[in-house]
């Protein structure tokens, strides 16, 4: 066992754990946080999808050795005082989730991507969420979900003038 010391969702975490433990053991088991899923353990469905370093990142592959020191943002990250993230308001306003069980992959993905390309392409928005698996089939409302939340996004810049205003 090793005392490993993470930041997630902004607040600094240590843990005495193996360091060959996944680090989604650690966000669910230890710190209480469900937002990551448990799908395949494989790194395959993108159901534990954290942001570490700005990357989307498969938490049920990723060694918490891998981790000390990194900020980590989980689901429950993403909203700042109360106020949802625009990628979680644009998954209520274009009602994307069915059974809900890829979201947590599906809405930090998306943020991932928005984050490095804040107004992608359909062909961009396909390519980027192409390992996010979801069972249910709702890749068009994913799709619309994250063209709403780019548009949103960047009225925000715009306002708070971090961006300039392209014709």
């Known amino acids: 066992m090793s005392a490993i010391t993470l930041k997630v969702n902004g607040r600094t975490h240590t ?10 053991y ?4 230890d710190l209480d946080l469900h937002g990551p899923r ?28 891998a981790v000390q020191g990194a900020e980590i943002t989980t689901l429950e990250g993403l909203a700042k005082d109360g106020k949802l993230h625009p990628v979680q308001q644009a998954w209520i306003d274009e009602q994307v ?14 943020k991932a991507l928005l984050d490095r ?14 390992g996010t698996l979801c069972r249910c089939m709702t890749y068009y409302r994913v799709q619309a979900a994250i063209k709403r939340a ?3 996004m960047s009225a ?12």
Not at 15 to 24: C, G, H, I, N
Not at 117 to 130: F, L, Q, V, Y
């Open 15 to 24: 843990v005495d754990v193996d360091l060959a433990t996944p680090l989604l």
């Open 117 to 130: 390309n804040p107004n992608p392409t359909d062909e961009e928005i396909r390519k980027g969420m192409a």
């Open 26 to 29: 650690i966000l669910r088991n």
């Open 38 to 65: 448990f799908g395949c353990g494989l790194g395959q469905c993108g159901a534990c999808t954290v942001i570490m370093k700005g990357v989307a990142t498969r938490s049920c592959i990723t060694p918490i050795a």
């Open 150 to 152: 780019a548009k949103v």
């Open 156 to 167: 925000a810049r715009v306002a708070s003038g971090n961006e300039e205003v392209r014709a």
């Open 97 to 110: 989730p069915q059974c809900g069980f890829c979201q947590n992959g599906q809405i930090m993905t998306s």
